[in-house]
């Protein structure tokens, strides 16, 4: 059994999505982080910068259960794990790793700064507003220029880098007005991940 600590955010579903695709028995703890549950001295024992998700999988021939944090880490891991979602040639596995570190170190970072500025912050600062509204534009345009070539984020198939990116395109690119609509083939990948039924599942944990 693994067991997913998690919160109702994209980063949350890449890790449900993912075990959902596997199939893996699991079993989810919920955090409320403006409580501060993801704190707890139990929670910073098994993750200590004290971030969601984590996985904490007791289904391995280990002699302790194996934690592993974020969720690029735990896609990678559970697809090495299940021999799934990851092709087996180099090539087509650079891509993949290519595209997970984009979604994950350029795309999400360009979406939660232009959350940051434009919904958090008490002052708004035109500078950051428009820094970081000029970065998740160029983004968009990376990924709608991959996607008008390719069915998939890292080529023909199905991989983690489409489980990881599907939440980012859900949840932060439609929280800034107009993009899916004006990058049409983000605007088709997406709505081909929405048929999954795993990802249906993932999307809805914690339920
Ligand atoms: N790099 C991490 C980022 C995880 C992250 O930002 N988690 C947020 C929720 S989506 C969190 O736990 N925030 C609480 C905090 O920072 O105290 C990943 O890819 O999973």
Not at 72 to 101: C, D, Q
Not at 114 to 143: D, G, S
Request: with cysteine.
């Amino acid at each position: 059994m693994i067991i997913l600590h998690t919160t109702p955010t994209a980063n949350g579903y890449k890790a449900s999505i993912m075990l959902e695709e596997t199939g893996l028995p699991y079993r989810v703890i919920e955090y409320n982080l403006v409580k501060g549950e993801n704190f707890s001295p139990e929670y910073l024992a098994i993750n200590p910068v004290g971030r969601v998700p984590t996985i904490v999988d007791h289904s391995t021939n280990l002699a302790a259960p194996l934690s592993i944090y974020g969720s690029s880490a735990i896609l990678l891991y559970l697809a090495e794990k299940t021999g799934r979602f990851m092709p087996t040639n180099i090539y087509k596995r650079a891509k993949v790793y290519e595209w997970l570190g984009i979604i994950a170190s350029d795309v999400s970072p360009a979406f939660s700064g232009q959350f940051v500025f434009n919904v958090i912050a008490p002052e708004k600062l035109p500078w950051a507003i428009e820094f970081y509204e000029k970065l998740c534009i160029r983004m968009l345009h990376t990924m709608d220029l991959q996607l008008s070539k390719t069915p998939y984020l890292a080529g023909e198939e199905y991989s983690i880098a489409d489980i990881i990116g599907y939440p980012v395109a859900l949840i932060s690119m439609k929280r800034y007005p107009g993009n899916l609509e004006s990058h049409p083939n983000i605007a088709r990948w997406a709505a081909l991940l929405s048929e999954r039924p795993a990802i249906q599942r993932g999307m809805k944990v914690p339920s």
